[in-house]
């Protein structure tokens, strides 16, 4: 575990990068934060989480850490001690917990427990949808005060551009920048960014909320076919994946959330609700 403490003073907030090695966008930002520093008004905690992992190229070790917590110091399992003496290094820090996915290529911001604070961090970090994932139980959200940010897909130099200007906004939203601007000065222009207006997922500035899915259940089998998009309603009866060839149709409607063909092991992904626009929140 990489963990650099940048400006004067206790942290008050982190930047958590690759709790899955295979999604290393949140290094990109972690890295650009300590080259711009100078940007913050105050301190800040930046950790890349699982090195081994990332090095690695895989998920993980030996286990999914983001399904370990609270984690053991004397387990067997590399992510067993690793989450440990991640929730150590975390204790009392308002977390933004940077992450990448095969589901979809447009950001979106998750929070493990839907408090007042964890929505407004949601809202501030630019993304359209958020997703209440209390339903998964565990995780990191579940230990700790803060929200993740899907940044993209997996590998994707624009997840690395996405998760540069999710922690900017994270940053202003917590004080610790007067504005996001501030920090992105020149990015655009630095290598592996997407040049303004080159891409859909670059986090244009916001003018409305974002929209509230929660996660209500698991939907479909693993073989499935995703052929239905996330975030958008399927009508009862519309089909949402085929099986065998065959199309397989909602019962009830529903808005699918994190489902993709290739995603899990033993589900399509999930089924979401759609609650509504988040009102315009403050991080107070
Ligand atoms: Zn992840």
Redesign the pocket.
């Known amino acids: 575990m990489r963990v650099h403490d940048i400006g004067d003073g206790a942290p008050a907030h982190a930047v958590v990068a690759c709790?899955?090695g295979d999604?290393p966008c949140g290094v990109r930002a972690v890295d650009y934060v300590r080259d711009h520093q100078t940007a913050l008004t105050g301190p800040v905690r930046l950790v890349v989480a699982n090195e081994r992992a990332l090095a690695a190229d895989s998920r993980g070790v030996d286990e999914d850490l983001?399904r370990v917590f609270p984690g053991d110091p004397a387990a067997d399992s590399h992510e067993s001690r690793l989450a440990a003496e991640l929730l150590d290094t975390l204790d009392g820090l308002t977390v933004l917990d940077l992450?990448?996915?095969v589901s979809s290529a447009e950001p979106f911001a998750v929070v493990g427990r839907p408090t007042d604070r964890s929505l407004a961090l949601a809202a501030a970090t630019g993304t359209e949808s958020v997703v209440d994932a209390s339903y998964l139980g565990g995780g990191l959200l579940a230990h700790v005060d803060g929200v993740a940010v899907e940044c993209g897909r997996q590998g994707s130099t624009a997840a690395g551009g996405v998760a540069v200007r999710v922690t900017a906004r994270f940053l202003a939203a917590v004080g610790l920048l007067e504005a996001p601007d501030d920090l992105l000065a020149g990015a655009d222009t630095a290598p592996g960014f997407v040049p303004t207006g080159a891409s859909a997922h670059r986090l244009p500035p916001r003018d409305t909320p974002p929209v509230l899915f929660r996660i209500v259940g698991p939907a479909g089998e693993p073989n499935d076919v995703f052929v239905a998009e996330n975030f958008t309603r399927v009508a009862a009866g519309e089909p949402f994946a085929r099986r065998d060839g065959e199309p397989v149709t909602a019962s009830e409607p529903f808005s699918p959330v994190l489902m993709s063909t290739d995603g899990y092991a033993d589900k399509l992904g999930y089924r979401g609700t759609r609650v509504g626009r988040l009102d315009t929140p403050t991080t107070e």
């Open positions: 709790l899955h999604e983001n992450h990448s996915t």
